[in-house]
């Protein structure tokens, strides 16, 4: 929900939410997140490009060549397991400035026919992004989009790499008197959270392993993450295809607050300077299993992402970027592949799902547990 012209008395985005609920009383977290990230004029995700050294995050395509190398791996080889579909709709959600899908792009030139079938989409809601993967992909593109709906019908072959924590999420608090959600105040100054005094309606949205959570229990719900992973899976399962989900997120349903501000490669508090801050919580990778199930699709996973990138082949891509390495790069090279691997570090932290329609052969990587 946007706020509203008449509401902007002050024209930031912090401004406009002191605005909202001085007028509507207390909002939930979501409206303040979508506000802060996606307003049309000056959400944190409309101008910027808020990746690398100067920006405020650092992401695993941008970290090294080999990530993306192996997603494009993962497409094309997932692509003719499934009968080679031509044409397919490629879409990445949230492609940041394209880096991931450059690489993959190029790595998955091996795989014969599969670039000539592709159609590509991307989901972007920032300018500024959109226009550098204009400059990096240029022609390669069929279009932009705002939303995954708008994207052409067809045979989907998706990619998402840290954009499902970008979508709001409620707080909801286990009291005796149900799930009851937490509101984001305002004292005219600060934003504050308190608990709503009636239960709310989306205590439906909790996992039902923990239904039971004893009191002053909390958990987040992406009703927004819900409504795309159903849409996505939904559409493989009609017209087939396969969805790649990577992201933060545990990988059995948890309890706890993990909504989070970073600014300038540091922890910020998510409820100071909206707008200017990233805010971002795990994903529910459990929910969004059961969710493409329950929309006809097959989930594989979540894996840890360190397992997947071994088993797509990190080792031997390493391997054969250092065989024509300087020393310095070298040096990168072995950084990079630990950085994105390692399981004390993103190799757990980030775990991968795959969706397919029914039938359709497990995907390279999920086979284990899957
Ligand atoms: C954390 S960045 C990740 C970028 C890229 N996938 C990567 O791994 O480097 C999130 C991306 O999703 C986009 N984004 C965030 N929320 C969005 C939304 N609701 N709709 C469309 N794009 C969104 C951002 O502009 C950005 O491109």
């Given amino acids: 929900m946007m706020v ?37 004029e000056d959400g944190y995700y409309r101008n910027r490009d808020p990746l690398g050294a100067a920006g405020d995050f650092i992401t695993a395509p941008e970290i090294s060549q080999m ?11 997932t692509w003719q397991a499934l009968g080679r579909p031509d044409p397919v709709v490629l879409v990445e959600l949230g492609p940041g400035r394209g880096t991931l899908l450059a690489d993959a ?26 226009a550098r993967q204009r400059a990096l992909l ?13 994207v052409p019908d067809g045979p989907l072959l998706l ?12 707080q909801l608090v286990r009291t005796d008197g149900g799930w009851q959600e937490r509101l984001v ?28 959570a004893p009191q002053g229990a909390l958990v987040e ?10 849409t996505v899976a939904g559409r493989i399962a009609a017209r087939g295809g396969a969805a790649l989900v990577l992201d933060y997120g545990p990988g059995v349903p948890a309890l706890g607050a993990s909504l989070r501000g970073v600014r300038a490669h540091r922890p910020a508090d998510p409820l100071q300077a909206p707008g200017t801050t990233d805010l971002s919580a795990d994903v529910a990778f459990p929910t969004l299993a059961r969710v493409a199930r329950e929309a006809g699709a097959q989930a594989f996973g979540p894996v840890p992402q360190g397992a997947l990138l071994a088993a797509l082949g990190l080792a031997q891509r390493a391997e054969r970027l250092l065989a024509r390495a300087t020393p310095a790069q070298a040096e990168q090279i072995r950084a990079a592949a630990f950085r994105l691997s390692d399981p004390a570090g993103m190799g ?14 497990t995907p390279a990587g999920f086979g284990a547990g899957a």
């Fill in 138 to 150: 240029g022609a390669a593109v069929a279009g932009w989009h705002d939303r995954f709906d708008d």
């Fill in 67 to 77: 990530f993306g190398e192996l997603v494009g791996l993962w497409l094309a080889t």
């Fill in 4 to 40: 509203g012209e008449a509401l902007a008395e002050r024209r930031d985005v912090a401004g406009r939410l002191h605005a909202l609920i001085r007028r509507l009383g207390p909002q939930p977290l979501a409206t303040y997140m979508a506000e802060a990230l996606l307003h049309p």
């Fill in 185 to 212: 105040d305002s004292d005219g100054d600060r934003f504050t959270l308190v608990t709503s005094a009636r239960p709310s309606l989306l205590a439906a949205l909790v996992p039902p392993e923990l239904a039971a």
């Fill in 221 to 230: 719900v992406s009703p927004a993450a819900i409504a795309l992973m159903a």
């Fill in 105 to 130: 792009l190029r790595a998955a030139r091996a795989v014969p026919g599969f670039q000539a079938a592709l159609r590509l989409h991307l989901v972007e809601s920032s300018h500024a992004l959109r």
């Fill in 159 to 170: 990619v998402a790499n840290e954009f499902f924590d970008a979508l709001p999420v409620h």
């Fill in 348 to 361: 757990m932290a980030f775990k991968a799902l795959a969706v397919l329609a029914s039938g359709a052969p």
